[in-house]
């Protein structure tokens, strides 16, 4: 019984050792506040009410009084060394390793610089939304203060609890929490609107949207998307893509190719709204002369991109003009010759344009027709070899290299007779075939 009293009260030590003096000591003018604004007759003094607010965010604050984002591991554990790490871990999280030093009260993540990117309360001490209740309390402050003597105080508070948002957002964007993470800088932007403050942020409501699409809530991404498009910011145009990508996922199309022209009207020269309307205008099969245009455009912004080229070579194939369609597709891995999606294209338009004279050759009953049908067809599939080749080589996609061996294969199938090197590449692409 005395060694178990002993262990329970070494126990009790490790607990009570955890909750340091600045915890303490918050919890405690968060309690007088807390009984303060309980009381009939001080509840009437705005005072009593920015008291509550400040002990709110001094509870908030406890555990990471002494820290910030960007702090150094070392920095953060000597500001820390009265604070044990019980624990430390590594974990990836939204594409970023990091090193997780866990304490009693709050888990710490360093991204690989070794620097301070996030953390996560696990102990609030005060079981509250406590910035949300600080808030409250500052607005009940400003309901009372009919002579304005705390304006400058409520205001500055409302100021660093903005602040303390922002940081929120960032800890939960940072670990790929992006619905925690909008609403934060949505919480942000509210109090930037309030009007004890008066400062619209335009670029927190850019951000209330830009994290609300990256965690998949598209209405709530046009919302904010607008909003900071109509207050004047648009992230250089970004904004515009953002907003009509998420119409586009909602099926919207017209309201996704409205969005896109007003966007390129206003930066005709940013390329992501330029690329947005072309895919747009490709997946519609919009006026073909419009999507040219704006290839053209994107290509004189950006003469080194292999994949303007490549969705040019595309318009002109679903316009039927071949000739066009393999120039431009030619164009692209003479711009990037490891791009080989061009290589596979040019195959491609070669084949199955031979596949169409093959279908009006069994139809044609004229025996000289035919035969010069044939030629067409036998001198497309061997201009379609080379581009095969060229893709099966450069290509790093095992599903492409698959599907090209047996474009490859059906071809050299037909040439086999011709000669001892057809032959055996067909040997070799129908092993390739059978083995994937």
Known sequence: MKKLLIAL??????????????????????????????????????????????????????????????ASRVEVKILLKDQRIVNTTEESLNGTQYVIDEYTD?????????????????????????LGEAVKSLDKAAELDTKNARTKEITEQLIALKNRYFNEAMCAYSLGNFKESSNNFESAVNIGMHKMVNQVDTVFMYYTGLTAFLGQDFDRAIKFFTKAIDNGYDAKGDAYSYLAEAYKVKSDIEMTKEILNTGFRKYPGTQSILVSLINTYIESNDDPAKILELINAAQANEPNNATLYYAEGNVWKNMNNIEKAVESYKKSVETDPNYYFGYFAIGAAYYDKAVDIQVKAAEELDDAKYEALVQDLEKNLEAALDPFEKCYEASTDEEIKAVVAEYLKNIYFRFREKSPEYMAKFEKFNALTHKE
Do not use: C, H, M
């Open 9 to 70: 009260s070494l126990l009790l030590a490790v607990q009570l050792g955890a909750q340091t003096k600045d915890v303490a000591d918050a919890v405690k003018a968060f309690e007088r506040a807390k009984q303060d604004a309980a009381n009939v007759k001080r509840a009437e003094n705005p005072q009593t009410w920015t008291k509550l607010a400040s002990a709110y965010a001094a509870v908030y604050d406890a555990p990471i009084k002494t820290i910030w984002i960007g």
């Open 106 to 130: 709050k888990k710490l993540y360093y991204a690989e610089n070794g620097d301070l990117a996030a953390w996560v309360i696990t102990n609030k001490y005060i079981n509250e939304d406590l």
